[in-house]
């Protein structure tokens, strides 16, 4: 049999072993045929083979990033102001005034990234500045985490909220003392513009998602979960978009689908029965417990050190997320949830032990997501349960560390952003960015993983968190492979297994960790076939 493809290179990471080898991968058709010495290429090599001599540089699996959101990542990334580098509120209006400029015929001016605990003036800016620098065009601008919107006066004119509207289910119109809408919407309360900020026609969610798949490649992400991303923004959502791909053989990742868990389970078993390829499968279904640490709303187990008058809440009640819970695990369904206080994750085993007890234990590979802050006590309950737990490492960079300090209190400190904590008690994890509320780089991930540098990128936080490279990378390809079920498909460079390979322009193995940041993508293969290439200088044929 002659081969399609063969990449040599003296640095393969199989994800098998802690450490790269020299090793030939030989691909044929979707599958990768063989791997073995690089005296054992001749047989392979036909008239058509390519060969791509790697040399030193390292060679991986494909990245799956086991949760992200798909069209909010090209709506955030492509289409949005950023707002992540703005020092004040002042600063943040006027670059949206700057992009309003250069866009005369976008009807909504979206922004991303903003962080009002970054600034000097902390507390949440309103309406009228925006209203000073833009009157005429609505303005939709949402927080660094995706969970709280700011918006202008003709944004709130749009939507038909007043001073009379009431607060949605989990969210908050913030009023000024005479009961008008301040322009700060938290958590489904944003569904109230973005319902008009948010609608896209199919042409618009097909230039979007082929932007994202042009993306993901490039950066050599070859598998996702496409998780369901909240009442705010649910709006954002283009699985017509993704079928009709995926019919079309454009799909050059492959997504999987967490639609929400809500109880519609005639709903979800539709989506399984639609999405079933090799490239496009509905994986499980996703909702969330609680919030985030900076809107208070993360649930906790004790009240916020700063704002003691609460310990933040749930989505949905203890009794309606058990109801969802038990009823979807008994169907056989895997379950995500949001969880990133204490409080949550606790409640989050809690639902998954109840489920297991009444509808017995399987290998349900139920995760809970984010895990910023937990007890000790839940640690060891994940491994007793099969619950995953799954992190974004640069999640902990993404603002400044006194976002979470300054809520806690000091015996909390040691359980902020646990990592290694995960990987010592036995536990299989699948590693991921949250795309859009980071950037997809897979490299971020892996830095600070390895590193724990906060943003500065020269503090170190909770460094009895680091892990080795080779536990990283195994995250990031195996771990999430295996929490889709998928294991024995992709997540390793093995015989049999389908071509996902990436080549690096370097061996992360043999630089500094902070060149890490810098390392590009040269080659994406995704089964078998090329979907994105650097250049062709270490190809030969």
Same mark, same amino acid.
């Given at each position: 049999?002659?081969?399609?493809? @063969? @990449?040599?290179?003296?640095?393969? &990471? ?7 080898? %020299? ?58 102001? %950023? ?10 209006? *006027? ?14 001016? @979206? ?12 507390? &949440? ?19 660094? *985490? ?148 900076? =809107? ?34 008994? /169907? ?9 206080? #204490? ?6 085993? #809690? ?20 895990? *910023? ?10 491994? /007793?349960?099969?619950?995953? %737990? ?31 904590? &995960? ?39 909770? +460094? ?26 992709? =997540?390793?460079? +093995? ?31 995704? #089964? ?14």
């Amino acid at each position: 049999m002659k081969a399609d493809i @063969i @990449i040599q290179s003296d640095s393969v &990471f199989t994800g098998l072993k802690d450490h790269p080898e %020299p090793l030939t991968i030989v691909i044929k058709d979707n599958k990768i045929i063989d791997v073995d010495t690089h005296d054992a290429l001749e047989k392979y090599v036909g008239e058509e083979t390519r060969i791509v001599n790697a040399k030193d540089k390292l060679v991986i699996p494909g990245f799956f990033d086991s949760h992200i959101h798909v069209m909010a990542g090209s709506l955030f990334n492509h289409y949005a102001v %950023p707002l992540s580098e703005a020092v004040s509120a002042e600063d943040a209006a *006027e670059k949206v005034k700057a992009y309003a400029d250069k866009h005369p015929d976008a009807e909504w001016i @979206i922004g991303t990234g903003w962080d009002s605990t970054a600034w000097d003036d902390k507390d &949440f800016p309103d309406r009228y500045l925006l209203d000073q620098y833009l009157p005429d065009r609505p303005v939709f601008l949402i927080q660094a *985490e995706g969970h709280y919107g700011w918006v202008n006066s003709k944004a709130i004119e749009i939507a038909g909220i007043t001073k009379d509207t009431a607060n949605p289910d989990y969210g908050t119109i913030y009023k000024d003392e005479d009961g008008e809408p301040t322009g700060i919407l938290i958590e489904s309360a944003m569904s109230l513009v973005g319902k008009y900020a948010y609608d896209f026609s199919n042409e618009q969610r097909r230039e979007m998602l082929q932007l994202f798949l042009d993306h993901a490649t490039s950066l050599g992400v070859t598998s996702v979960n496409d998780l369901y991303m909240s009442r705010a923004h649910e709006q954002l959502e283009g699985y017509s978009v993704y079928k009709e791909f995926d019919e079309k053989d454009q799909l050059t990742v492959r997504i999987h689908l967490y639609p929400p868990l809500n109880g519609n389970l005639e709903k979800a078993k539709e989506f399984k029965e639609t999405f079933t390829s090799p490239r496009l499968k509905m994986s499980g279904l996703k909702q969330f417990i609680d919030g985030v640490v900076t =809107g208070y709303t993360a649930y906790m187990l004790d009240p916020y050190k700063d704002k003691p008058e609460t310990n933040g809440e749930t989505g949905f009640s203890k009794e309606q997320l058990q109801e969802w819970v038990t009823a979807a695990d008994k /169907e056989g369904y895997q379950i995500k949830f949001h969880t990133i206080g #204490d409080g949550a994750v606790r409640l989050g085993l #809690d639902l998954y032990e109840s489920a297991q007890n009444e509808n017995g234990k399987r290998d349900s590979r139920h995760t809970l997501e984010h895990i *910023e802050v937990i007890s000790p006590d839940d640690i060891p309950r994940f491994k /007793e349960l099969g619950v995953m %737990p799954s992190v974004q490492p640069y999640h902990m960079a993404l603002m400044p560390r006194e976002s979470h300090t300054e809520r806690v209190t000091e015996e909390k400190f040691p359980y902020l952003y646990p990592n290694a904590t &995960f990987f010592n008690e036995g536990n299989i994890m699948p590693y991921s960015s949250d795309y859009p509320i980071i950037p997809l780089n897979p490299m971020l991930g892996l830095y600070h993983a390895v590193t724990r540098k906060d943003y500065t990128l020269e503090e170190t936080w909770n +460094e009895q968190e680091k892990i080795s490279l080779a536990q990283a990378l195994r995250a990031y390809t195996y771990g999430s492979a295996y929490s889709v079920f998928r294991e024995n498909e992709i =997540g390793t460079l +093995e015989k049999g297994k389908l071509a996902d390979v990436v080549v690096l322009d370097r061996n992360l193995f043999s630089v500094p960790e902070k060149e890490i940041l810098d390392a590009k993508v040269e080659l994406t293969i995704v #089964d078998g076939q090329v979907v994105y290439e650097q250049s062709s200088e270490t190809v030969s044929s």
